[in-house]
């Protein structure tokens, strides 16, 4: 016979896990044009350098962030010529993407004016179009003409 005490604890087995772990779940992706209107700033840039951060949010608590600087190439939107720094999370799990140092990346950003980094910190995530640049030749199409080179 299963005494009393033992089906709770069966339930927290089972639910516990799942409850736990973060998961990133995106939307359907948008299409170029969708993706460019929504970004404050669209770029071609390289990265060359990186930093972590820790976020403080009302909600989450302290969160750790990783902070990447780019040399822009190309721009079409938002962001001018020089350097850029985009905060992304540090795991996918969180929606977050990695960069390689010295590679080549087609960046949307959105500005996050309440992220205590500065005043309107560039962020981007998975649940963007940002991608390598070798893998972005529809979007880089789409964009046409740069902006600003």
């Not at 998961?23 to 993706?35: D, G, K, L, M, S």
């Not at 600087?69 to 993407?97: H, Y």
Request: aromatic share 8%; with cysteine; net charge positive.
């Amino acid at each position: 016979m299963i005494t009393s005490w033992f089906l709770p604890l069966l339930g927290l087995l089972w639910v516990g896990p799942a409850c736990a772990l973060p998961v990133c779940t995106c939307a359907p992706p948008a299409t170029v044009e969708n993706a460019i209107a929504r970004a404050d700033a669209v770029f071609l840039g390289t990265v060359t350098g990186t930093r972590d951060t820790t976020l403080i949010d009302a909600d989450f608590g302290r969160m750790r962030a990783r902070i990447y600087a780019f040399q822009i190439e190309s721009s079409w939107k938002g962001v001018m010529g020089g350097a850029v720094e985009v905060m992304t999370m540090p795991s996918t799990a969180s929606c977050g993407l990695r960069f390689r140092r010295g590679g080549e990346y087609l960046v949307y950003a959105h500005a996050d004016r309440g992220s205590g980094e500065s005043a309107a910190t560039l962020t981007t995530g998975l649940c963007t179009r940002t991608k390598r640049r070798v893998d972005a030749a529809v979007d880089l199409e789409a964009l046409g003409i740069p902006k600003q080179s």
